[in-house]
């Protein structure tokens, strides 16, 4: 048990950041023919199959991951967990900032105009070296939780306008209840100790590692810090909501004010418990919603 937190409605700014910037790339990525390419190693159908195939995967590539984080983190190799984290974070900025230039050209000048190596290779590199200095270094907190929020929300987006409604919701809930074994019982309450506890005898110079270690992989914002990957299943529901065959402004909004309910309650749990899983209620609401929306003719 930490020390007592008050939570209050500034705290959802880092969710409604969340929501405006994947409405945003929502409305940039849409019609992009980048969007009919195979995502491996997902599967693109909406069958029930399919769904259960990628929530499998996406768990698998989860838990892997965690176990390496696991490791490191019972190790107490706080230094080379924040490398991991660097490193895998400028990749995945890399990746996405070139994603980004290939829709912002085919929309500026067709489908059939592509970048040239040179800048196809440049703007991203450039775009990811600053990126990462001020999310990994910077002191400043709002610039940090901004471009944390901004690629993760790119991210979520791609993720929601490629996979199929039915993948996204199977995945969202498979993950809500990963997420709340995880917290409370699981390997992220164990990964949480470690980097919030107190070094052992000898390791006092870890300190500005354990504070510093999260930077990338989650959203710092007056004294709370925010899964990078809760926020990326925020944007994936609400890509695929706006996105929709079925798409009204209503129920766009409806599902947003589901998620932003949901991080609410949770947010106040916050006040008792040093962690809380971020997706369960805002992914079951938003569901709802979502299940709602879809049986009304």
């Known amino acids: ?37 195979e995502i ?13 195939y990628n929530a499998f995967i996406f768990f698998l590539l989860t838990a892997l991951g965690t176990i390496v984080l696991l490791l490191l983190s019972l190790k107490r190799k706080l230094s080379l967990l924040r490398m ?26 067709g ?19 600053f990126s990462s200095y001020i999310i990994f270094y910077s002191q400043n907190e709002i610039l940090v939780m901004v471009l944390t929020i901004l690629y993760g929300s790119g991210l979520g987006t791609l993720l929601g306008a490629m996979l199929p409604l039915w993948s996204i919701i199977a995945i969202g809930l498979v993950m809500s209840i990963y997420d709340l074994y995880s917290v ?11 980097v919030a506890g107190t070094p ?13 270690v ?18 990326v299943f925020y944007s994936m529901f609400n890509t695929v909501t706006f996105m929709s065959e079925k798409y009204t402004p209503l129920a766009t909004l409806m599902v947003q004010a589901a998620i932003i309910l949901g991080s609410f309650l949770t947010l106040r ?29």
Request: aromatic share 12%; hydrophobic share 55%.
């Open 184 to 194: 409370f019982r699981g390997p992220l309450k164990k990964i949480i100790d470690v």
């Open 214 to 231: 999260l930077r990338g992989v989650a959203v710092p914002f007056r004294g709370l810090n925010i899964g990078l990957g809760d926020l």
């Open 40 to 52: 491996a190693p997902f599967l693109r159908e909406d069958t029930l199959e399919a769904s259960i």
């Open 269 to 297: 749990g916050l006040e008792k418990y040093k962690a809380m899983p971020a997706l369960p209620l805002p992914i079951l609401f938003s569901t709802m919603v979502i299940i709602l929306w879809m049986l009304i003719p």
């Open 111 to 129: 489908p059939e105009t592509l970048p040239d190596d040179f800048i196809f290779l440049f703007i991203p590199l450039l775009l990811t070296l």
């Open 84 to 109: 991991f984290f660097i490193v895998t974070v400028t990749v995945v900025l890399f990746s996405f900032y070139q994603i980004l230039l290939l829709v912002v050209f085919e929309k500026a000048y």
């Open 200 to 212: 052992r005898e000898g390791e006092e110079g870890e300190r500005k590692d354990q504070v510093m």
């Open 1 to 37: 048990m930490s020390v007592k937190r008050k939570v209050g409605l500034i705290h959802l700014t880092p969710v409604v950041l969340t929501l405006i910037f994947s409405t945003v790339f929502a409305l940039l990525y849409s019609g992009s023919t980048l969007l009919s390419e």
